[in-house]
């Protein structure tokens, strides 16, 4: 993890320092359980939000994108992290805040809301596709999510993800088991609308 320190400014207001950070894929920037004592935003790659069950499976609970915050549980009071936030793509790059950097910077503070609103309006809409769809629109929904964020369009109306996306975190985010997202994806590939390998998966038009 690698580690470097600036500050960012506003017109008008106070300086609010920020520290960089780099993550690999599957590096957890802070575990369930853990003090909530800073925030975070994510300048590239993507961060993967759950939690724990009782009975210790895990729970998808959305996706933070470039420019989105998250760990926001400190600017709310809370002593303790409720869930989860683990690198979801190859190379994670965020900036790291504390505390008091919220309380200084107008601008600043409704950036970090605005993120929080809509994180929360993404969990919610997961909730309801998960509870209402079939397993293969599940996968369906996830990935052209996926793809609406950062593609790249290809000839024919194909476009290009170049992250890889393991089954298991399919089976994640969808709420199904591996086997059956397998299934799925493979149904995807024969009938031509997927394709997927272990740097990128490609959507034809019609997917």
Known sequence: ??????????????????????????????????NAVK??????????????????????????????????????????????AL?????????????DSFWINQFHQKEVLKSSLQRNLNIQHTMEVNSSMAVEDRVRHFLIGLADKKSIKLLLGEVMVRMHVKHKELAFACNSSRQCVSSVISKFQKEGGLRMDRTSFILSSDF
């Open 1 to 34: 993890m690698n580690i470097s320190g600036a500050y960012i400014s506003n017109t008008n207001q106070e300086e609010v320092l920020k520290v960089t950070k780099s993550f690999k894929k599957d590096q957890a920037v802070y575990q369930q359980g853990d």
């Open 39 to 84: 925030y975070y935003k994510v300048i590239s790659g993507i961060v993967v939000i759950g939690s724990y069950t009782a009975e210790g499976k895990m729970v998808y609970k959305s996706l933070v994108h470039e420019n989105g915050f998250f760990g926001d549980e400190v600017v709310s009071g809370l002593k303790e992290r409720v869930n989860f």
């Open 87 to 99: 690198a979801f793509s190859k190379d994670l790059v965020i900036e790291e805040y504390k505390q």
